[in-house]
Each structure stands twice: as structure tokens, then as C-alpha cells.
């Protein structure tokens, strides 16, 4: 059965720190991963990513993937307490999108 | 403003009753989906529409209906056949039609209790 699976399912850290939240996935036809940050209400769009090895940057937080080993990371650098949030991973299989339960982050000032 | 609303943001339904979700987009998108989250859990899909007058059910379609009169709206049925409707629902919209290269944009969701 296609999954996808996120850790930690929860994270706390202090203003400054750096976190990796992780994404493993099995589904068939793999073509693209894709990460999203849900602040309060509606997830908003960070990264898609398709190739291997590539990393994605956008200020702060990063990601890559690795098709290999089946999983993707996101890496968030001195955090802020704006950062705070659900971050999901999902994975498209055919006309589904199969998401991850997220990685609720709690940055603390 | 672009983007997707969705309302009513807060709804109650009673044993035995349907009720129905909003969802307009004016994004000119294509296709437009509809998730449910429950805590703990991730996204899943029930329903999605790539065209006007079509749709088609995803992973938890049974006890919900759907309609896609048009292009900008796509409304969700809770029905009584659904006998565990309080989650939160969101919306979702992409330009292109291909789910693994078109961006998902989502509205800020209804949050369905049971009274």
C-alpha cells in the first residue's frame, strides 16, 4: 500500500536553532514530492522536487530528495518563532496526492 | 484578491442531516480537489474534478457527494450516510491537470463539528 511517513511527528526548539524534518515514501510511480507549510488554517506551497540530489533553497529552508533511499528532507536554519507551524509532505500516486500526518514545529522565543 | 474561499468557516450538522460546503475559486484552475484532515492524520482525498461536469472519488469518497456546475466552484455534500462527518475540509485547486507537476492551492478550510 502507498504511504507516506513523516518525523518527528512533533518537534520543540528555541529561536536560533536548526531543525530536519524528515519524509520517507513508498508509492508506485513516483514522480514528484512536494512540501507544504499549514500555519493555521490553509498549507501553503514550499517545494516541489523531482530529482535527486538537487537541493531547493528559499531563504532559510531547504530541501532535497533521494529516490534511492526513498525519503526527502526539510532543513530549516535558525529557526524564528514564525516558523511555527504543520509541515507536510505528500506525494502524488496517479491522480491522488497521498500526504504524510506532518511534523507539528513549536518554535519557542 | 486570487485565490480560494471557502465557507461557511465553522459548521454544525445534526444527526440526519446533510450539508453542503462551499468552495469558489477565480484562479481559472482546472482541477479542484477536496481533502479531509483529521488530527494526527495526513491530508486524504475525496473527491477531485479536472473538468466541468466531471468528477471522481478518491481514497474516502463514500458518504459525500460533489458537483462541478462550474468551472469556478465545486461544492461538497456531507450526507447522513456519513456517520463520522467532524474533521476539517479543505479545498484545493491547481492549474494543470497532471497532479504530480501542478502546484495544489488550498482554501483556509471548514471545520465540521456534530452537535
Known amino acids: 500500500e502507498d504511504k507516506v511517513v513523516q518525523s518527528p511527528l512533533s518537534l520543540v526548539v528555541h529561536e536560533g536553532d536548526t531543525v530536519t524534518l524528515n519524509c520517507s515514501y513508498e508509492v508506485t510511480n513516483f514522480r514528484s514530492l512536494l512540501w507544504y507549510k499549514q500555519e493555521k488554517k490553509a498549507p501553503t506551497f514550499l517545494f516541489m522536487l523531482?530529482?535527486?540530489?538537487i537541493e531547493k533553497k528559499s531563504g532559510r529552508l531547504s530541501s532535497i530528495l533521494d529516490k534511492k533511499e526513498l525519503f526527502s528532507i526539510l532543513n530549516i536554519t535558525a529557526t524564528q518563532t514564525g516558523d511555527s507551524a504543520i509541515y507536510l509532505c505528500a506525494v502524488p500516486n496517479n491522480n491522488d496526492m497521498r500526504f504524510g500526518a506532518g511534523t507539528r514545529l513549536t518554535v519557542k522565543p | 484578491d486570487g485565490g480560494i474561499t471557502q465557507s461557511p468557516k465553522y459548521l454544525f450538522r445534526k444527526e440526519g442531516q446533510n450539508v453542503t460546503l462551499s468552495c469558489e475559486q477565480n484562479l481559472n484552475h482546472d482541477a479542484m480537489y477536496w481533502y479531509r484532515q483529521d488530527p494526527g492524520q495526513g491530508l486524504r482525498l475525496i473527491y477531485y474534478s479536472q473538468i466541468v461536469n466531471d468528477f471522481q472519488k478518491g481514497d474516502i469518497a463514500e458518504g459525500y457527494s460533489v458537483s462541478r456546475e462550474k468551472k469556478e466552484s465545486f461544492p461538497l455534500t456531507v450526507t447522513s450516510a456519513q456517520k463520522n462527518p467532524t474533521a476539517f475540509y479543505l479545498c484545493?485547486?491547481?492549474?494543470?491537470?497532471?497532479?504530480?507537476?501542478?502546484?495544489?492551492?488550498f482554501g483556509a478550510g471548514t471545520r465540521l463539528s456534530v452537535l
Open positions: 523531482t530529482s535527486s540530489g
Open positions: 484545493a485547486s491547481s492549474a494543470g491537470l497532471d497532479i504530480a507537476k501542478n502546484i495544489q492551492y
